[in-house]
């Protein structure tokens, strides 16, 4: 079975654009995931914990065979190959790997919740979002990514990450070099 996956990207240590753009290469080169598909970079101001660097977010859409708990497995590792340290809850981090949604999955557990607990309420998640599916559908709240964008109203701290001048654009890289996960 194949089903949506949403993946959000977070950085805010280091060369952030090269560890985003890292995760987005491994994605698609991840057998199980196809149709690898990245929205636009954003700076965000750090929401939570707030003395610490602005990030760069971003959301990767997949088609996944993996289930989610594999998935997210698989993100932690992607993670710990980015050398993440997990010093403090919501503190500064070279890689963060969420599971924002799974197709219409509502799943509770320790280790993993789906849709991501804190979605409607980030506009660094949503924005990116709206840029891949802004009809997609809040499987709790049966409202599109639109309009919680929406409600959250307009947020001048997360921003197109510019490159030279242009917005900064996550590559996919050409179908054929799968690794399993
Ligand atoms: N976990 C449960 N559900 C999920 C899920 N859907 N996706 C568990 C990923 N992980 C999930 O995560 C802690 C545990 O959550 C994991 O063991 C996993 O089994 P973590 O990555 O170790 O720690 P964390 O990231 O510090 O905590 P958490 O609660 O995941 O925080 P968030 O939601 O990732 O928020 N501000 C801006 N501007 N941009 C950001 O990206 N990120 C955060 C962290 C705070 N502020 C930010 C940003
Ligand atoms: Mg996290």
Same mark, same amino acid.
């Given at each position: 079975?194949?089903?949506?996956?949403?993946?959000?990207?977070?950085?805010?240590?280091?060369?952030?654009?090269?560890?985003?753009?890292?995760?987005?290469?491994?994605?698609?080169?991840?057998?199980?995931?196809?149709?690898?598909?990245?929205?636009? %970079?954003?700076?965000?101001?750090?929401?939570?914990?707030?003395?610490? #660097?602005?990030?760069?977010?971003?959301? %990767?859409?997949?088609?996944?065979?993996?289930?989610?708990?594999?998935?997210?497995?698989?993100?932690?590792?992607?993670?710990?190959?980015?050398?993440?340290?997990?010093?403090?809850?919501?503190?500064?981090?070279?890689?963060?790997?969420?599971?924002?949604?799974?197709?219409?999955?509502?799943?509770?557990?320790?280790?993993?919740?789906?849709?991501?607990?804190?979605?409607?309420?980030?506009?660094?998640?949503?924005?990116?979002?709206?840029?891949?599916?802004?009809?997609?559908?809040?499987?709790?709240?049966?409202?599109?990514?639109?309009?919680?964008?929406?409600?959250?109203?307009?947020? #001048?701290?997360?921003?197109?990450?510019?490159?030279?001048?242009?917005?900064?654009?996550?590559?996919?890289? #050409?179908?054929?070099?799968?690794?399993?996960?």
């Amino acid at each position: 079975m194949v089903e949506s996956a949403y993946i959000g990207l977070g950085s805010n240590l280091g060369d952030r654009l090269a560890y985003l753009q890292r995760a987005v290469t491994a994605l698609a080169e991840t057998s199980g995931l196809t149709g690898v598909l990245a929205s636009g %970079v954003y700076e965000t101001a750090p929401y939570g914990v707030t003395d610490q #660097p602005w990030f760069l977010n971003a959301v %990767v859409r997949a088609d996944s065979r993996l289930a989610p708990e594999a998935l997210l497995e698989h993100l932690q590792r992607l993670e710990a190959q980015a050398h993440r340290q997990r010093d403090r809850h919501w503190g500064p981090r070279t890689l963060d790997l969420d599971l924002l949604l799974f197709g219409s999955r509502c799943l509770t557990s320790p280790a993993l919740t789906v849709p991501h607990p804190h979605l409607t309420a980030r506009s660094f998640v949503l924005v990116p979002l709206c840029d891949l599916d802004p009809e997609l559908i809040h499987p709790v709240t049966g409202r599109t990514v639109a309009e919680h964008r929406h409600a959250l109203g307009p947020d #001048p701290t997360t921003r197109p990450y510019l490159v030279g001048g242009s917005p900064a654009i996550l590559s996919t890289p #050409p179908s054929g070099s799968q690794t399993h996960a």
